[in-house]
């Protein structure tokens, strides 16, 4: 007896069981799909009646097509149930999937007026420049977009765009004329992401992100596409920042923290912190322990001021020695002659915590710390004049 004898059944079995496995993955994929306006579609023909015939569309709904698409030029119906034929998406309502035959009349007119009507977006190559905007190529049809609606940012170069395809919003519609807009397909897109936006995160959260525009008063990162949020100057920085040029550039990846997200003027408006998102932490919480009241610190002029001079004494802690504390010393116009940048020594006079503010003031001179000395050597003398008096011998 062969091994096909055998197993001749269990063989068989298995190579069925295979041919399932692949239909029903095939069948999965079909759940997944997604038509939109204007993809084409294969399917067999399911029904057929009066007005109206059904395709399948490889999704779980099937598709609705005029039966007037099957006639031929004897206005008979040339198909029959179980024919696989082209088609085209028309439209999209309700749940509902229009078809028109590839080839029809509408597949192509009827396609744009659903699209118009429904606000559908339809795909377009934008195949040229013009007067005020592009041409482009919309289902064999020519449409145009002006330049102030090819993109949300403002365009530099229109050539970018040329040759390129994208999504468009159909917003005039006839036979000779069709306007389109790739921006207001954009915005909407952008309300759709940010409502989502706002449901994922909540203050406090720490986000990813790259730095897409900087500016002086601050620097605005992408988190998401189409999703922006500022980071102001001065949250770039437990220390001073004057220009945000200063400390990011356009492409830095960035770590920030969400501080607040409000709607203004129907805009989404997303604040955030570059130096929050630190695990070092607010530097000012280690003042005390690190300056307490006396110290003496070699800083950096980071600021000078007609009152005085800023002095940075570590990262994200400044000081602000007064011009009244320098004025009247015999090193005056050495203070005064300080710049951004130069290094000057300090003593620690005052912290105010609270306000986050220290007062400096100048090194004590030696004569100010004499006394130690002079407890020092009048306990040199006292012990050698009691030497002298063990010895009997006065001095003169």
Not at 337 to 347: A, C, H, I, L, P
Request: charged share 30%; proline share 3%.
């Amino acid at each position: 007896m062969s091994k096909k004898d055998i197993f001749g059944d269990d063989i068989e079995e298995s190579k069925s069981f295979e041919s399932f496995e692949q239909m029903f993955a095939q069948s999965e994929k079909g759940l997944d799909r997604k038509l939109r306006v204007g993809d084409e579609v294969r399917g067999e023909i399911l029904s057929i009646g009066r007005e109206e015939a059904f395709i399948s569309t490889g999704t779980p709904v099937d598709g609705m097509l005029f039966t007037r698409d099957l006639l031929d030029e004897n206005k008979e119906v040339k198909y029959k149930v179980g024919d696989v034929i082209d088609c085209v998406v028309t439209a999209l309502k309700g749940g509902e999937i229009r078809l028109a035959k590839k080839g029809a009349k509408g597949a192509t007119t009827d396609n744009l007026e659903d699209a118009f009507d429904m606000e559908l977006p339809v795909e377009g190559r934008v195949t040229e420049t013009c007067n005020g905007g592009f041409r482009v190529s919309v289902q064999g049809k020519t449409a145009f977009c002006p330049i102030s609606q090819i993109d949300m940012k403002f365009t530099t170069d229109a050539n970018e765009y040329v040759g390129k395809k994208f999504d468009f919003l159909i917003t005039q519609y006839d036979k000779r004329n069709i306007v389109v807009s790739r921006r207001r397909l954009l915005e909407l897109q952008r309300a759709e992401n940010e409502g989502a936006f706002m449901q994922k995160h909540e203050p406090g959260a720490l986000l990813e992100g790259k730095i897409v525009r900087v500016e002086k008063f601050g620097a605005f990162v992408e988190l998401e596409p189409g999703i922006e949020g500022l980071v102001h100057v001065s949250e770039l920085s437990w220390s001073r920042v004057h220009d945000a040029h200063e400390v990011v550039s356009i492409g830095n990846a960035v770590t920030v923290k969400l501080l607040k997200i409000e709607e203004l003027d129907g805009k989404l408006k997303i604040s955030l912190s570059l130096k929050q998102a630190d695990g070092a932490g607010n530097p000012w919480m280690t003042v005390p322990e690190k300056f307490p009241v006396g110290t003496i610190v070699k800083g950096k002029v980071e600021k000078k001021e007609v009152y005085g001079l800023f002095v940075n004494l570590a990262p994200g802690i400044t000081g602000l020695l007064p011009k009244s504390k320098w004025r009247d010393s015999v090193d005056a116009a050495q203070y005064e002659n300080k710049k951004r940048g130069d290094e000057v020594t300090v003593q620690v006079d005052q912290i105010l915590f609270e306000e986050k503010k220290i007062s400096l003031g100048l090194p004590g001179e030696v004569e100010d710390q004499s006394w130690k000395a002079h407890t020092s050597k009048a306990g040199s003398f006292g012990s050698l004049g009691d030497a002298f008096k063990n010895l009997n011998i006065k001095p003169k």
